[in-house]
């Protein structure tokens, strides 16, 4: 029986010193994928975070641009990545719930390729026109644009701001002549110059030219008014009730990520939402703080991935 028990307390001091000797997370540097390139909004948004976040986790936050394929290239590396807490990524509606569905083939599943963290901002849009553009309201625009079909063109940058785009014209019984561009800067140059008579873009690209009188907001294409743009009414209070299309920014992690590391990191990220300072911050950038669990993150995934899959079959616009 001595022996036994000999055997018994050898057992557990030994199961002892293997806790003691298991690194806490994090032990060691972790990093952040942003899939946009350095010096964008994403990029200075990503770097926020992570200068929060370091002294939070006790170890530094490495900040990683892999840009390409509209974001694609960097969550498919996150995807690829252990799921040990230590490769997080920065993802977008763009490139989780929109861009995936115009692709045939991808690297990764939107739905199971991830373990969603925590949402960090939304990034409202709107449809912007020259100042002198008549009609005035976004309502007036509207009835117009029934009354003559493709006479209208709107230019867009992004997948997201094409898909808004043609929500809009399923929602609203419009149709409007869809103008690709290259990037944004582009699209405003003709806007203001007065070649095309709209676009749509991010509140927070489109703020400088707002503020300097260059471009005139028309409608924000969320659910409710931004709070950067309180006097501009949504779409839906223009007419088309229901509509919304609304940019977000959230942290994931590579599927297994263990979920008390994941619990962790959520809390962290809701702190960070919650101070005045990066309050302050977001919104001088065009975003708007948006916390929650990560459930209500994976829920939200779910929910805009089917949505906006509708939209891009109901369009035919996926890719050959």
Known sequence: ??????????????????????????AKPVRLVVTYPAG?????LGRLFAAELAPRLGQPVVVENRSGASGIIGLSFVAQSAPDGYTLGLASSGT?????????????????????????????MVIVA???????????????????????????????FNLSLQLLQSSAKVKLRS?????????????????IPLMVDSIGGAAAQIKAGKLKPLAVLDSRRSVILPDVPTVAESGVEGYESVGWVA????????????????????????????????ETLGF?????????????????????GTVVKNAGLRNP
């Open 40 to 44: 964008g909004g994403s990029d200075t």
């Open 96 to 124: 989780m719930v929109m861009g995936p569905h115009l692709q045939r083939t991808m690297p990764y599943d939107t739905l199971t390729s991830f373990a969603p963290v925590g949402m960090v901002a939304k990034a409202p």
């Open 179 to 195: 103008v690709p561009y290259p990037g944004t800067p582009q699209a405003a140059v003709d806007v203001i110059g007065g070649r």
């Open 288 to 308: 708007e703080p948006a916390a929650g669990s990560a459930a209500d993150l994976g829920t939200l995934i779910v929910t805009e991935h089917g949505k906006w």
């Open 251 to 282: 942290v994931v992690a590579p599927k297994g990520t263990p979920p008390e590391i994941v619990d962790r990191l959520n809390a962290h990220l809701q702190e960070i939402v919650a101070l005045p300072s990066m309050r302050s911050r977001l």
């Open 130 to 160: 020259a100042p002198d553009f008549q009609p005035a309201s976004f309502t007036a625009l509207l009835a117009q644009a029934r009354a003559q079909p493709d006479h209208y063109m709107v230019g867009s940058s992004a997948p997201a």
């Open 1 to 26: 029986m001595m022996t036994l028990f000999r055997g018994m307390a050898l057992m557990l001091a030994l199961f002892s010193a293997l806790a003691q000797a298991q690194p806490s997370y994090p």
